[in-house]
Structures are given as structure tokens and as C-alpha cells.
């Protein structure tokens, strides 16, 4: 059931991802729905959960956007792996805690995929405006990924993957 | 160790994929394009019918007026319509008559945008509900009533670019304010020629603006020196390029002045095309090329079509 609970909610995120307008004032961002359903797993799941959503995750972001196929699961991997490893230093249930990790690390991911863009020729982007897309990133980061931690782990329990919120970190 | 194994073959299988030939990455994204189509017309469909419900249900006594006014204008576009047939009808009959051919060498195809700015807002991109099934194909021009918004996916990606796909049943169209888009252009009274490029979205903007980028004046560059260019001007595209078609309107002049070399001029240029609210457009569509060049070969001097 926890592959059906992942197929579901990146499809659910890809479209959000899609269909949300970007946001003008915060430098043209967008939300980073299918980012955050890979911190979920990331904060809240086992690593091999992480691995299969940050690659499912990217390949979808990839294929539907006009980045390199492979950009993206190699920076959600990247900003996934050290959300992961910190999880049992933090008490990453709580919403504040998700904001945190989801603003540092939607904004690492940012800075560091612009450059990429940049560096190949991909996409040019001034240094003001990667800045601005890091910051906006970062706030829309700190919005999104406690919602889908909420929402993946309500659907994670009702589908029984997870018995309560006092388990998830056992859910190794 | 087999955790390490699992690690090692996602890292191994990202490189594969950031190394995939082109043609298979791209059947790879117009696949996963098609698949997402009917997901993503059917929520547009959705939320635009409920903020039509919404607002019916707000104010439902000015949308009646609304619908009322809209009726009458209608009558009267029929009517306009019916005179305009006749006048097509004579029009043809005189063409005919004097050896002239058509002018128009493109149909339009109107089109929903589903999408803006793709899935990570590096570019400026739109996404249409239509695609090669309603004979929509790469390099075509994408405008509204008012004038040039971008050109349909190039296929391969050039120089790194953005990989715009046109699939069965979605296009992604550049849009004319991304720094990647460029068009041959003309300019003024005088019909100078120059290259219009977009100059990347305005952050700063209008709250309304959030739904959609700020339409940020673009450059015009290599205008000669010594031409006269006002602001106020009008620029339409030259067709040029080979691309887009001859005539559509693209913006007006909002300033002019010298570059660095004192060579050339550099206009910035106020969008045509209000790209804030769009909601539908239409992809230029040339009617057989070799047919269109036959005609514009045989036409006279100052009877090629200017616009669609």
C-alpha cells in the first residue's frame, strides 16, 4: 500500500505542480508540490521510500517540464538524502519542523539547479532573479511541504502504512 | 550491502537517464504529455466552470444584463458577417478575374491554455490543450487578437534549451518574453528591420499579475543608426526568420535609444499582446507550404498576405 499511497500523491503533486499558476512577486516560482512528497518521505519514511519517491518524483517533474530527464531526481535525491539522515536528530512530525527542512532544502535545490540550468545553457537567468526563485522558492517551500506531510501522512494511516503519528518514526 | 546496491543503481539509472539520446527523451516527455493532457484540460474545464458558477451565483443580475448585451452584439457580428461573405464572394470573383490568388496562406486553430511556466518557472513557457492531432507542428507562430504571444516547441532543443514538445495532444509554446525567444521584426513608419528577443519576466507587477508573468518590455536590436524610430511605433514581424509569418503585430516602441557602439539603436518594446490573462489562443497553422509558395511566387508586388 505504500507504493499506491507514493503513486497517488506524486500524480496528485505533478498536477497541482502543473497547474498552479507560478507566483509573479515571489520571481516567478512555482510551487514545489512533487518536492515536498519527496521530503515527506524523506523526513518521515524509510530511505528506500525516499529513493523510489525522489526518482519517481523527478522523472515526472522532468518529463512534463522542459529540463534535462535526469536533472531532477539527481537534486531530489541530493536535498533528500540530508533531510533524511537528520531525522532522527529532529522531531520531524511537527509542522514547524517540515517548514524548516522544506524552505532550506526547496531553496538549496533552487540555487543549486539554476546554476545547472545556467551552467548548460539551459535556461539564463540573471543573478538577482536565481536569488529571487531561491527565496521564493524557499517561502513557498515552507508552505507546501508541511500541507503534504500533513495530508501523505493522514492518507499513509488511513491506508494503514503508518499506525499512528507517535509510529512514523518506526516505520523503518 | 544491498542497501548500497539499491543507491548505487538509482544513481546509476538518473546518469543513464541525463544521457539518454535525444530522440528517446523526447517520445519519453510528448508521452508524458499526452498522458497528462485529459487530466489537466479536465481540471482547467473545472475551475474555470466553477468561477463561472461562483461568479453567476455573486452576480447573477449583471451576468444576465451581460448575456443580454452579448446577444445583440452577436445579432450584429452575423450581420456584419453576412455582409463580409458577400464581399468575399465579390472580392474572389475580381481575384479571379484580374489572375490574382489568395492571400492568406494560414488557418487558425484555437486553442485553451492548461498550463503556464511548466513545472519548475525557468522558462516562460505556456502549455495547449491541442497539439499534432489538430495539426499543430513545431516552429508555429501562437498569437491572440492583438498580436504575437510566442511560437510552438522547436523539437530538439537548441543550445540547451528548453525541451518544448509537441505531442498528440499538447504543445508547449515559448513565450515571446523568454530571454530565448527571438524574431525578425520591422519597426516604424520607415520599415526598419531588427530583432525582437524577450527580456525574461518583471518580478515586480500588479497583485493580479500572480496568476500570470508580467509582460515585461523586449529589446529590439540592430536597427541601423540613422533610423527614425518614435516611441509609439508599431512593430509587426518582418517574416524574416523563415518562421514566424510576415505582418502580426508584436508590440509598440516604448523608448529608443543608441547602443554602446553607437551603431545601432536598441528599442524596448511594449507587448502587443496583453500576456497577463491568457486563457485561449490561437497557433497560425500554414496551409501546405508549397502551395503558399507558389501563390506568394505568383502573386503581384504588394498582394503577399500580411496577416493570417
Not at chain 1, 529571487?132 to 524557499?138: P, R
Not at chain 2, 463580409?84 to 492571400?103: C, I, P, S, T, V
Not at chain 2, 514538445?165 to 520607415?190: H, M, N, Q, W, Y
Request: hydrophobic share 50%.
Amino acid at each position: 500500500m505504500t507504493w499506491i499511497a507514493m503513486a497517488l500523491l506524486l500524480l496528485a503533486a505533478a498536477l497541482a505542480q502543473s497547474l498552479f499558476p507560478p507566483v509573479a512577486w515571489l520571481g516567478h516560482v512555482k510551487w514545489p508540490w512533487l518536492l515536498s512528497v519527496t521530503l515527506y518521505y524523506a523526513m518521515r519514511r524509510e530511505r528506500k521510500t525516499l529513493l523510489v519517491a525522489a526518482m519517481a518524483g523527478g522523472l515526472l517533474q522532468d518529463a512534463l517540464c522542459h529540463s534535462p530527464l535526469g536533472f531532477s531526481p539527481l537534486l531530489f535525491l541530493a536535498v533528500g538524502w540530508p533531510a533524511s539522515a537528520c531525522k532522527s536528530l529532529v522531531m520531524t512530525e511537527t509542522a514547524p519542523t517540515a517548514a524548516a527542512f522544506g524552505s532550506i532544502l526547496t531553496g538549496v535545490f533552487v540555487l543549486v539547479g539554476g546554476l545547472w540550468l545556467h551552467v548548460t545553457g539551459a535556461a539564463s537567468v540573471s543573478a538577482a532573479g536565481w536569488l529571487g526563485k531561491a527565496l521564493g522558492s524557499a517561502l513557498l517551500g515552507a508552505v507546501c511541504t508541511p500541507s503534504i506531510c500533513s495530508a501523505a501522512g493522514s492518507l499513509d494511516m488511513l491506508l494503514g502504512n503508518i499506525k499512528r503519528k507517535d509510529d512514523i518514526h518506526g516505520a523503518y | 550491502m544491498k542497501r548500497k546496491r539499491v543507491i548505487l543503481f538509482l544513481f546509476a539509472t538518473a546518469l543513464v537517464l541525463l544521457n539518454l539520446p535525444l530522440p528517446l527523451s523526447m517520445w519519453l516527455r510528448a508521452a508524458a504529455r499526452d498522458n497528462a493532457a485529459p487530466f489537466h484540460s479536465g481540471f482547467r474545464a473545472l475551475l474555470q466552470h466553477g468561477a463561472l458558477a461562483a461568479a453567476t451565483l455573486r452576480d447573477g443580475r449583471r451576468h444576465a444584463r451581460e448575456a443580454d448585451r452579448l446577444r445583440e452584439e452577436l445579432a450584429n457580428a452575423q450581420a456584419k458577417a453576412a455582409d463580409l461573405a458577400a464581399l468575399k464572394d465579390e472580392n474572389r470573383e475580381l481575384r479571379q478575374a484580374l489572375g490574382f490568388q489568395r492571400r492568406s496562406a494560414h488557418r487558425l486553430v484555437m486553442c485553451r491554455v492548461v498550463s503556464r511556466g511548466g513545472m519548475g518557472g525557468w522558462w516562460q513557457t505556456l502549455r495547449l490543450d491541442k497539439g499534432r492531432a489538430h495539426g499543430i507542428g513545431e516552429n508555429m507562430a501562437v498569437v491572440t487578437m492583438d498580436g504575437l504571444v510566442g511560437r510552438t516547441g522547436g523539437g530538439q532543443p537548441r543550445d540547451g534549451g528548453p525541451g518544448l514538445v509537441v505531442s498528440e495532444r499538447a504543445s508547449d509554446v515559448l513565450l515571446i518574453t523568454d530571454p530565448g525567444f527571438k524574431v525578425a521584426c520591422e519597426i516604424g513608419e520607415g520599415g526598419y528591420f531588427g530583432i525582437v528577443s524577450g527580456a525574461g519576466p518583471a518580478v515586480r507587477g500588479r497583485p493580479e499579475l500572480d496568476m500570470l508573468s508580467e509582460a515585461a518590455p523586449f529589446d529590439m536590436d540592430f536597427i541601423p543608426g540613422g533610423a527614425v524610430v518614435k516611441a509609439g511605433d508599431r512593430v509587426v514581424t518582418s517574416g524574416l526568420g523563415g518562421v514566424i509569418p510576415s505582418g502580426l503585430p508584436v508590440g509598440f516602441v516604448r523608448e529608443a535609444t543608441a547602443d554602446k557602439s553607437g551603431l545601432y539603436l536598441r528599442a524596448a518594446i511594449r507587448p502587443a499582446a496583453d500576456l497577463r490573462r491568457l486563457r485561449h489562443v490561437f497557433v497560425v497553422i500554414p496551409l501546405e507550404p508549397a502551395t503558399a509558395r507558389e501563390n506568394r511566387a505568383e502573386a503581384p508586388p504588394g498582394d503577399e498576405g500580411r496577416t493570417p
